[in-house]
């Protein structure tokens, strides 16, 4: 019914910057809080950043100052822009999306929440 795309991942050096993008579809209502969470090797899964309708905004303590997640409803979009990116950012990222989605008659209504299929960010030089 609703299916993320994420892209955006890749090589980065140390310092250096990146954009990570996701995009939802399908018979979308309306999407009200986004997320990007990481997950890197033997390591548990964390929460990035998230942001809500009205674009609040909560970061993660080891990401606050470098990373800013943004959001664009007429794409259904989020993304998150990364700076001064450390070797301990390299991760597999995924998006989160929460919201409501419409049935196919359209006459009802109901909540979801998917997530993307992760991209990966390597920081190193």
């Known amino acids: 019914q609703v299916q993320l795309v994420e892209s955006g991942g890749g090589l980065v050096q140390p310092g250096g910057s990146l954009r990570l993008s996701c995009a939802a579809s399908g018979s979308i209502f309306s999407v009200n809080a986004m997320a990007w969470y990481r997950q890197a090797p033997g390591k548990q899964r964390e929460l990035v950043a998230t942001?809500?309708?009205?674009?609040?905004?909560n970061y993660g303590e080891p990401v606050k100052g470098r990373f800013a997640i943004s959001r664009d409803d007429a794409k259904n979009t989020v993304n998150l822009q990364m700076s001064s990116l450390k070797p301990e950012d390299t991760a597999v990222y995924y998006c989160n999306l929460k919201g409501v989605y419409s049935t196919d008659s359209g006459a009802a209504y109901r909540n979801f929440e998917v997530w993307g299929q992760g991209t990966l960010v390597t920081v190193s030089s």
């Open positions: 942001i809500t309708s009205g674009r609040g905004t």
